[in-house]
């Protein structure tokens, strides 16, 4: 799942590509090296972050907890663990997935919301 800090005025994957190539100094991402949810960020900034600063982290704790904070605009990560601070906390703007489904049924996926034909699901 995308989620973004509820602090950017965004609430779908284009309104955060406008914003982003009209602020990319202030729009960054958390990655995880090594990660799955570090190649779904990946394609996803490749195709709509590009030139936006990256943040790697050491594990998705630090990098769920700077998010949460603020320090960082956005990364992926897995449903599962995030769902409960998405409700709470962060902005689940989309799904990586080309459909939606289970937990994220609510969200739509980043292809329907603003870029065509994205699709990051890794079996």
Same mark, same amino acid.
């Given at each position: 799942?995308? $989620?973004?800090?509820? @602090?950017?005025?965004?609430?779908?994957? &284009?309104?955060?590509?406008?914003? !982003?190539? %009209?602020? @990319?100094?202030?729009?960054? *991402?958390?990655?995880?090296?090594?990660? $799955?949810?570090?190649?779904?960020?990946?394609?996803? &900034?490749?195709? &709509?972050?590009?030139?936006?600063?990256?943040?790697? *982290?050491?594990?998705? +704790?630090?990098?769920? +907890?700077?998010?949460? +904070?603020?320090?960082?605009?956005?990364?992926?990560?897995?449903?599962?663990?995030?769902?409960?601070?998405?409700? !709470?906390?962060?902005?689940?703007?989309?799904?990586?997935?080309?459909? !939606?489904?289970?937990?994220?049924?609510? !969200? &739509?996926?980043?292809?329907? @919301? %603003?870029?065509?034909?994205? @699709?990051?699901?890794?079996?």
């Amino acid at each position: 799942m995308l $989620v973004i800090h509820p @602090s950017l005025p965004v609430h779908s994957v &284009a309104e955060f590509d406008r914003l !982003r190539q %009209g602020q @990319s100094d202030k729009v960054n *991402y958390a990655f995880v090296p090594g990660t $799955v949810g570090h190649i779904a960020t990946e394609l996803f &900034a490749k195709t &709509a972050a590009s030139g936006s600063p990256k943040i790697p *982290y050491k594990g998705n +704790g630090d990098a769920l +907890g700077n998010l949460i +904070g603020g320090h960082v605009s956005m990364m992926v990560l897995a449903i599962v663990p995030i769902i409960g601070n998405v409700r !709470r906390d962060l902005a689940g703007a989309a799904v990586t997935s080309g459909e !939606r489904f289970g937990a994220a049924a609510r !969200r &739509a996926p980043i292809a329907d @919301s %603003g870029l065509p034909g994205f @699709s990051a699901v890794i079996r």
